[in-house]
């Protein structure tokens, strides 16, 4: 066990049965994984020879100034906990009532550093959302088709010389995407590949001078845990 592992078990206790962990200085995102995960294990229940059940609903109760800090990464971190909620559950086999849903809340009654979270089994409906990180900087997609390029009429502006004013189309019908050069000068490339106009799959890379585009598709719960505190 290295040094930080071992500090950072003794720092973990359970409250009121959710895992609540206290350091020195502010949270940080990897601390709320690796709480994730112990409330996943901890919570996960056979229910049938060939079924483990896990939490699919969560609930990160933090201080004040961290909950400011972390709601202000905005969607992307809870794009990053939610992604790592599958990946976990995919790998120890664990299934799902519904759709995967994080919610951070303010709480007065702790201090800084401390992080509590209450979880449950959830039937939920998905609503598959697309997103497009473009050289780092997350994009969620509201429009069927969005335009990306160097012109500032484009729906995602890029600072890159290499491309064209309107470079590329990304379209999405509810179901599935699909890129579209526009006739730019010096072309895209779909995950190394010329484009011309093709469907993308999660995880594909389109290239286009110095930019490098992701395409992903991400749930969100529609429907949310009636009540107040769980």
């Known amino acids: 066990m290295g040094f930080l592992e071992s500090i950072e078990k003794g720092l973990e206790r359970a409250v009121n049965g959710a895992f609540a962990r206290t350091f020195r200085s502010g949270l940080q995102p990897v ?17 049938a020879r060939d079924r483990i059940l896990a939490p699919n609903s969560f609930r ?22 939610t992604s790592f909620v599958t990946k976990h559950a995919n790998a120890q086999r664990y299934q799902f009532a519904g759709a995967v849903s ?5 709480d007065d009654q702790l201090t800084t550093g401390v992080l509590e979270i209450e979880s449950g089994n959830v039937k939920q409906d998905v609503a598959w959302t697309p997103i497009v990180d473009v050289n780092g900087v997350r994009h969620q997609l509201h429009h069927a088709r969005t335009v990306i390029g160097r012109g500032s009429e484009a729906d995602i502006t890029v600072d890159d010389t290499g491309i064209s004013r309107r470079h590329l189309e990304i379209a999405w019908d509810g179901r599935r995407g699909e ?3 526009l006739g730019s000068t010096n072309g895209s490339k779909l995950n190394g590949q010329p484009l011309s106009r093709s469907v993308l799959e999660p995880g594909d890379v ?4 110095r930019t490098r585009i992701v395409f992903n598709v991400v749930p969100r719960a529609e429907a ?3 009540g107040g505190r769980w």
Not at 62 to 78: E, F, H, I, Q, V
């Open 31 to 47: 601390e709320l994984t690796s709480a994730l995960r112990r409330e996943m294990d901890t919570k996960a229940a056979v229910v």
């Open 179 to 181: 890129a579209r050069d």
């Open 206 to 209: 389109i290239t286009a001078g």
């Open 224 to 226: 949310h845990r009636a």
């Open 102 to 106: 994080i919610e951070l809340a303010s």
């Open 60 to 81: 990160l109760h933090l201080a004040p100034a961290d909950y400011k800090r972390m709601s202000g990464m905005g969607d992307t971190l809870t794009d990053e906990l």
